[in-house]
Structure formats: C-alpha cells, structure tokens
C-alpha cells in the first residue's frame, strides 16, 4: 500500500471515538482498516453465496432466496460466544462458496476456492468429503479418484508447507481443550446453553428430514461428524462457531421447518 495511502487512514481514524471503542492499536490502524473491508467482503460474499443456493435447492421460491441475502447474516450472531478468530469471516464465504461450485459443477473455480480454504484454515479436507458426496456415480470412476487424489494431493502441499514456513513459531501444534468440556459438562448454566442452541438446530433441520435435498442432508452429515468428533478434544464444546464449516447446511436445513410456521410449503406438496 503507498505511504500516502497508509497517512490517510492514520490521519482520518487517529483519536476517533469508533477507534477508542473497537480498542484498535493507534501503530496499527492500517492493518485494522484493511482487515475490516476483507471482514467486509467476506460477509458481503456470504450473504449472495447463500441467496444462490436457496435458489438452487428451493427454486419455487424466488422470493424467498432474495431474503437469503440478509437472513444468513442475521442467523450468524447466534454463534458468536467468547470471540472469533480472524479467520472465521473467509471460512463462512470459501465453504458456502465452495458447495455453491460443487452444486453448479463448476470444478475450475471449485479448485480456485478449494486452494483458498486450504490457506486459510485446515478444515478444507472436508471439501474434499463433500466433493466425494457431489460427484459419486456422477463421472466416469478413473476420473473420479483422480480428482479426489489431486486434491489430497494439493492439500497435503498447502499445509505442509504453511507448517514448515511456520515451524519455528512459539506454540504448540494444536491446542486441547478435553479438561475444559468435562467442566462445561458439569455447569449447569454452560450445559444448558449447549442443549439449548444445538437443540433448536437439531429440531430445525430433523423436521421433515426425508423430505429435503439429498445433497444438502449428506453434505452435513460428511461436515458436522467430524467436527463433532473433534470438538471433544480440540475445541469448546459451548462455542458453536466451531461448526461454521457446517453452516450453509444448518441454515439450508432449517429453512423449512422456519417456513412451516408461516405455512409456506417449499415442495409444493398439498
């Protein structure tokens, strides 16, 4: 960025009250700005990946896939607890993007997306899960496991190398939180929030199971499982943004169920 640039976002944000009130480091506003229009960005990408694809999986309704433009975002803070990383923003846009180009079968931008998660975050391997589920017994069987090989093959290089890059860093490879979700198990208010908000889920897309898409019933199966398997050990039970890499399917789940409560049948069943 040119130094011109970098003066006027100093200039502009030095001692402003949103600057005091975010708490943003005065030597760092720069990096601030940038990572909020990316924030910004992201969300923005979020918010028309999911309008596509209610208009995929439930076309009768256009209408309704213009409200998905907002409804997504709204659903969102329910998943905010303790903070977020700054990754979570690029992981809710690359894996709703990414299941929007699987549903499409656009492969080279699916590939594009696929490199992008991978970067950002390790839980792109359950694209590859999920391209399995889009592509079985849909392309000729060599060509099938050689995409799924290559992209094996691709995510092994893109983490290996990020760890060896970062292999000198201070920290530990992963971090366990098995103690703290044997504690939330015995608080009554943390265990009460936990089936809570999981419960609502649950009962949002179990409703009318069979009857909705097939994809997006497997696609969350090959996500969540694994993550649920997961979280035991490697993250806070209590903190759903944990399963963001879940997220469109929740929220294309539930659409449904939230629609039976104003009578609006998306099958157009009598």
Not at 171 to 197: C, D, E, K, M, P
Request: net charge neutral.
């Amino acid at each position: 960025m040119p130094d011109f640039c970098k003066e006027i976002i100093n200039e502009g944000l030095q001692d402003t009250r949103l600057v005091k009130k975010l708490g943003w480091e005065p030597e760092r506003l720069v990096d601030y700005t940038v990572a909020s229009f990316i924030f910004f960005g992201c969300f923005l990408g979020l918010a028309f990946a999911l309008r596509s694809l209610i208009a995929a999986f439930y076309p009768r309704y256009v209408l309704l896939s213009e409200f998905g433009l907002s409804l997504g975002l709204i659903t969102l803070p329910i998943f905010f607890r303790y903070y977020n990383q700054i990754y979570d923003p690029a992981t809710l846009l690359l894996f709703a993007m990414g299941i929007l180009l699987l549903t499409r079968k656009s492969l080279h931008w699916y590939y594009l997306c696929f490199v992008l998660a991978s970067i950002n975050k390790e839980t792109s391997v359950l694209l590859i899960l999920l391209f399995y589920v889009a592509f079985r017994g849909k392309m000729p069987f060599s060509r099938f496991v050689s995409q799924i090989t290559f992209q094996v093959i691709l995510y092994i290089i893109i983490r290996g190398a990020i760890s060896y890059a970062f292999e000198d860093n201070e920290g530990s490879f992963a971090q366990f939180h098995l103690g703290y979700n044997f504690y939330v198990l015995t608080q009554s208010t943390r265990l009460f929030y936990v089936i809570t908000v999981y419960g609502m889920f649950a009962l949002l897309i179990l409703r009318r199971w069979n009857e909705k898409p097939a994809f997006l019933r497997s696609g969350l199966i090959v996500t969540l499982t694994p993550l649920i398997a997961l979280v035991f050990v490697f993250g806070n039970l209590d903190e759903p943004r944990v399963y963001y890499e879940a997220f469109p399917f929740v929220f294309l789940l539930s659409i449904p169920s939230v629609m039976d409560v104003f009578d609006v049948d998306l099958y157009g069943n009598q």
